[in-house]
T-cell receptor
């Protein structure tokens, strides 16, 4: 079955370390997105990519980086510059902008 | 500023009762509108979407939503709630700028009483 796979489901890192979250899709979707979710808040857009080798900053891109070398993959790196990285991270994709998103099951990152 | 508002943080309904979750948006033109559902610790699932045309849209799991342009609203409804509907519900808006970016409301948590 097609879908989006995020790994790992839980991730623990020490403060000051960079960490990379994986997102892979086999839906043949062109667009991919990273959102951050904090308790009691909606989702906030970090980065998005509408085509391979191109990506755009979202509303809260500071302290994060991404790459889009393959259509299927859109990894997110949380750098040490991100001041409050502990959160639930969601990856999504869409076949076109008007069709809504398909989401992965998320990665919960805890920085200690 | 463009925004999406879900006025109710938490709603409790009895099983079998009807449900309405509110969503209001503030955008210059009619955007694309979506409702998603999230179970604890999981990703979001698309329930339904509105682009144009008929203002009453049907979705999965027995949900429907009505777009009201005059009120800038897109409320989610279900005639009879089941215990399995307990979850968090998010309204989302894509401003139809070809960027494909959706802005999400803060969510409404639904509790279902037996």
């Amino acid at each position: 079955d097609g879908g989006i796979t995020q790994s790992p489901k839980y991730l623990f890192r020490k403060e000051g370390q960079n960490v990379t979250l994986s997102c892979e899709q086999n839906l043949n979707h062109d667009a991919m997105y990273w959102y951050r979710q904090d308790p009691g808040q909606g989702l906030r857009l970090i980065y998005y990519s509408q085509i391979v080798n191109d990506f755009q900053k979202g509303d809260i891109a500071e302290g994060y980086s991404v790459s889009r070398e393959k259509k299927e993959s859109f990894p997110l790196t949380v750098t040490s510059a991100q001041k409050n990285p502990t959160a639930f991270y969601l990856c999504a994709s869409s076949i076109e902008y008007s069709n809504g998103y398909t989401f992965g099951s998320g990665t919960r990152l805890t920085v200690v | 500023a463009q925004s999406v508002t879900q006025p109710d943080i938490h709603i409790t309904v009895s099983e079998g009762a009807s449900l309405e979750l509110r969503c209001n948006y503030s955008y210059g033109a009619t955007p694309y509108l979506f409702w998603y559902v999230q179970s604890p610790g999981q990703g979001l699932q698309l329930l339904l979407k509105y682009f144009s045309g008929d203002t009453l849209v049907q979705g999965i799991k027995g949900f429907e939503a009505e777009f009201k342009r005059s009120q800038s609203s897109f409320n989610l409804r279900k005639p009879s709630v089941h215990w399995s509907d307990a979850a968090e519900y998010f309204c989302a808006v894509d401003p139809n700028t070809n960027a494909g970016k959706s802005t999400f409301g803060d969510g409404t948590t639904l509790t279902v009483k037996p």
